[in-house]
């Protein structure tokens, strides 16, 4: 069965430090992978896409990057944190029948 | 190109009640459509999905959605509400191409009165 594994599940880090959060899936092959950050009492912003290792698309300008160094396997990271990075990040994998999300990270920059 | 709107940001029933929560889509393709629920501080659940089969689809919960083409819509419904139903709720639009992305509505948030 298809699973997707995101952690850690909450961090809390201070302004300026680096941020990395992993995401792997199984289960599949070739799947589109997204990064996807929920501020406080709103709604889900898209942040990165992937279509296929090391292809990625970034939906808006900000201080966060993604790679994807194999298949199922997609990472958010920044080299300084800043308070606005605050927030909870899903990660996502979808096929044509369905999407599939990870439990989310809850990130509190401090 | 595909879109997903979600008519109404918050809705607000009595415990008991019947709860709507509306959807519309816009797809050149056929669409394959999904209802997520995702309580505070929790990830996304699925409630349902509809992929080409029967238009009514039954999901968890005691919720269901109806897919509609002349209408394009994908309304979720559920008979009677309860207060474990409090939530946010996103309607989800599937790609129909390995190139295409999963769009999502703004959300709508339900809220439960006792």
């Known amino acids: 069965s298809q699973t997707i594994h995101q952690w850690p599940a909450t961090l809390v880090q201070p302004v300026g430090s680096p941020l990395s959060l992993e995401c792997t899936v199984e289960?599949?092959?070739?799947?589109?992978l997204y990064w996807y950050r929920q501020a406080a009492g709103r709604g889900l912003q898209l942040l990165f896409y992937?279509?296929?290792?090391?292809?990625i698309s970034s939906e808006v300008p900000q201080n966060l990057s993604a790679s994807r160094p194999q298949d199922r396997q997609f990472i958010l990271s920044s080299k300084k944190l800043l308070l606005s990075d605050s927030g909870f990040y899903l990660c996502?994998?979808?096929?044509?029948?369905?999407?599939?999300f990870g439990q989310g990270t809850r990130l509190t920059v401090v | 190109a595909q879109s997903v709107t979600q008519l109404d940001s918050h809705v607000s029933v009595s415990e008991g009640t019947p709860v709507l929560l509306r959807c519309n889509y816009s797809?050149?393709?056929?669409?394959?459509l999904f209802w997520y629920v995702q309580h505070p501080n929790k990830g996304l659940q699925l409630l349902l999905k509809?992929?080409?089969?029967?238009?009514l689809v039954k999901g968890i919960n005691g919720f269901e959605a109806e897919f509609k083409k002349s209408e394009t819509s994908f309304h979720l419904t559920k008979p009677s509400a309860h207060m474990s139903d409090a939530a946010e709720y996103f309607c989800?639009?599937?790609?129909?191409?390995?190139?295409?992305?999963?769009?999502f509505g703004s959300g709508t948030r339900l809220s439960i009165r006792p």
């Open positions: 992937s279509v296929g290792i090391g292809q």
């Open positions: 509809y992929t080409s089969a029967a238009t």
């Open positions: 989800v639009v599937s790609p129909y191409s390995s190139a295409s992305k999963i769009i």
């Open positions: 289960g599949t092959s070739n799947p589109n």
């Open positions: 996502a994998w979808s096929l044509r029948l369905g999407a599939f």
């Open positions: 797809s050149s393709y056929s669409p394959s």
